[in-house]
């Protein structure tokens, strides 16, 4: 299938664009499309694990601001900035260079789908976790990030339906608000986040709101009116509503099981382990939607239930009963550990096998010779 993707947002068309095309013309031409995708979601990790280091329990801001050093902030912001900077400019490298692929798409789009949540993990070091003064509590954490992923799955959703990919607006804006408040906290220190700014309200609230409005009053109202558009124009790709709904089921299913085992936990899982259980929403997450990004590519019918959803069942309900008691923390490091490792493994594969498919190499532009 053709790929089509419709951008709307103003601070994207008129501020971003004209940037990404100035940085664009530094790209040597030898360099595989592929390479500068990969390369900013391992900034994205590398930032990642450099923040977990300095600030495993999500405590540093608020308990011992000093904790996390100035230079930490002042890398992430860098590593934001590189990682949406190759983001936006590897498709335009892709056409410039006549390498686009499916292969290229799915690559971008499978590492946006696990880079989404490991944004909005790195920033939460910056809230911090509520110590009864300032910060954010593990449960808000926990919604806030279904909501960006919720976010990001509607526009792939919609991809499956209408066959276009209309990006969405909040990706810009949650960059550069990123990158700013990296900055800002970078120079005056996680403190500025702790100070009510207006109104007795933090800065960490407005952006919670803003992050809740945009998604609820935006992007999803936007998603359900462009389904509805090729609805009346009669070019959806699929004729039934259980055809259309199908992709759905596994990502609320996954969220039903999450949300269940973080409210029922009797070991308060979230609340004793909340790096590892975010994380391990993200890959679980990351890797519904890859399927589903491979159906709307291939337009096959997504699988009713994701494998995972099995084994998460089963660790819920022992977790809840009380069967697992004090070894709920190791179970959950061994299920996020397997989730995680699945992942890789799933991605590798997929690439390995589209590439002999299409007789390309991954990160080379050189092409492969015909056995």
Known sequence: SQYSAVDTNPLSVYIMQPIW??????VPLWIAPNLLTFSGFVMILVNYFLISFYDWDYTASGTSPGRVPAWVWLFS???????????????KHARRTQSSTPLGELFDHGLDSWATSIFVLSFFSVCSR???KTGVSVYTMY????????????????????GVL???????ISQVVLIAAYLLTGALGVEVWQKPFLFGYYITDALVILLIGFSLFLSFPQTLYNIH?????KTLKNDSLYEGLLPLVSPLLLFVLLTVWVVLSPGNILAKQPRLFLWMVGVAFSNVICKVI???MSSTRPERFHWFLFPLALVVYAAISGLLGWTEEAVLAVLTALVTAAHVHFGVCVGRQLSEHLNIYIFSLKKRVQE
């Not at 919604?143 to 209408?162: A, P």
């Not at 209309?166 to 810009?172: Q, T």
Request: aromatic share 18%; hydrophobic share 40%.
């Open 166 to 172: 209309f990006l969405p607006w909040g990706y810009d």
């Open 294 to 296: 491979i159906c709307q």
């Open 21 to 26: 095309n100035k940085i664009i013309k530094i």
């Open 229 to 233: 558009r090729a609805h009346l124009k």
């Open 130 to 132: 509520d110590n009864g």
């Open 143 to 162: 919604i806030y990030l279904s909501i960006v992923l919720f976010n990001f799955m509607c526009s792939h959703w919609e991809k499956y339906n209408t």
């Open 77 to 91: 912001a860098f590593t934001t900035f590189c990682a949406y900077a190759l983001d936006s400019i590897d498709g």
